[in-house]
């Protein structure tokens, strides 16, 4: 009877591995607490050897890849609920079989805090990224440009209900390219390694958000939003919570808050803030000279920041690089990051 059990078992384990482990004891009775996730030199590891499956399977829609030059987007035409109020995010990760997301220590720790309204299956979304590590090579923003126009998805705005695009440890330019599909995404990175940190140094103009392994050497990094750290496990799920929380919509109030204010009351803010397309508010001593482009107003030495406003959605985005911002250059390269950045700005 023993030897009979064991064999269906053995042929039941060679037809479907996967089915196998799942209906195991042995299997189930493992718990993702027993395996924390351990800080290993410089990365972030989790020395489970085996994961407790899904509940329910993630909400995949997708898969990209930048092959022979060209992008490769098959999309699954998936409604996205936005029952969030713009806590949709699309989580891009790189695996050869989709049933194993969850060997990625992020992904479990993610999948373990579903409560969490980011987190929640009507709010996270998956996208595989097929692309052979191309981290060498270095993409002009004309070429961006390129691969971006030859898309007919991403130029149709498929991803018009997604908030935040979420990718871990990048080393190829997808998930800028589907930034550009939309003004509205926020491009959120969580790197551990050097590797990748040495990647998105060519990009930092489209990153919003870096959240990366404090162990890793960051001062070369600049130019980003937003650059914070964690040290655990613990300490990553409430980082990468908080962040969510600052790039996602709000539905209450949303009043102008000062960046650069040389002025105790200015006139008609009351109106300003009942204003719903207008996030930012400038206030510009300039000279009138040969200009090509307001970019070349903003940066001329000549040129004075006298007041600088956002609404608090936007400021809660920029609000590490606002911190940082001591002088008028450093203003004024904020000032320039919210405009690339699709931020309507009203002239005071």
């Known amino acids: 009877m023993v030897q009979q059990k064991l064999i269906k078992k053995t042929k039941k384990l060679i037809r479907d591995p996967k089915l196998f482990f799942k209906d195991s004891k042995l299997f189930n009775k493992i718990s993702l607490n027993k395996f924390p996730i351990n800080i290993k030199g410089n990365s972030i590891t989790d020395n489970s050897s085996f994961i407790k499956p899904f509940k329910q399977e993630p909400s995949i829609i997708g898969s990209i890849q930048i092959n022979n030059n060209k992008l490769i987007f098959d999309y699954i035409d998936k409604q996205v609920k936005n029952s969030t109020n713009g806590f949709s995010t699309l989580f891009m990760y790189r695996e050869e079989k989709q049933s194993l997301l969850i060997h990625k220590p992020y992904i479990n720790l993610i999948l373990k805090n579903r409560n969490f309204i980011s987190f929640k299956d009507k709010s996270l979304y998956f996208l595989i990224n097929k692309t052979i590590n191309n981290e060498d090579i270095v993409y002009s923003e004309s070429e961006i440009y390129t691969l971006f126009k030859e898309n007919q998805i991403l130029r149709s705005n498929k991803l018009q209900d997604f908030r935040n695009i979420v990718e871990l440890n990048p080393l190829s330019i997808e998930s800028i390219l589907l930034k550009n599909s939309n003004p509205n995404l926020k491009l959120i990175y969580i790197v551990d390694n050097k590797e990748s940190l040495d990647f998105i140094t060519n990009y930092k103009k489209e990153i919003d958000v870096l959240i990366y392994f404090d162990k890793l050497n960051t001062s070369y990094i600049s130019n980003i939003p937003r650059i914070v750290s964690f040290s655990n496990s613990q300490s990553f799920i409430n980082v990468f919570k908080t962040v969510l929380i600052d790039t ?20 008609n803010l009351d109106k300003y803030n009942e204003m719903t397309k207008i996030n930012g508010l400038i206030d510009l001593n300039y000279k009138l000279k ?25 400021y809660s985005l920029y609000k590490d690089q606002i911190f940082k911002s001591k002088t008028q250059k450093d203003f004024k390269e904020l000032l320039l990051h919210c405009l690339k950045e699709g931020v309507f700005f009203e002239k005071i």
């Open 290 to 314: 040969n200009y090509t482009n307001f970019e070349d107003i903003i940066l001329d030495e000549d040129t004075i920041i006298n007041n600088f406003l956002l609404k608090e959605n936007i």
């Open 248 to 267: 996602s919509y709000k539905i209450d109030s949303n009043f102008f808050i000062p960046v650069l204010c040389n002025t105790d009351n200015l006139d």
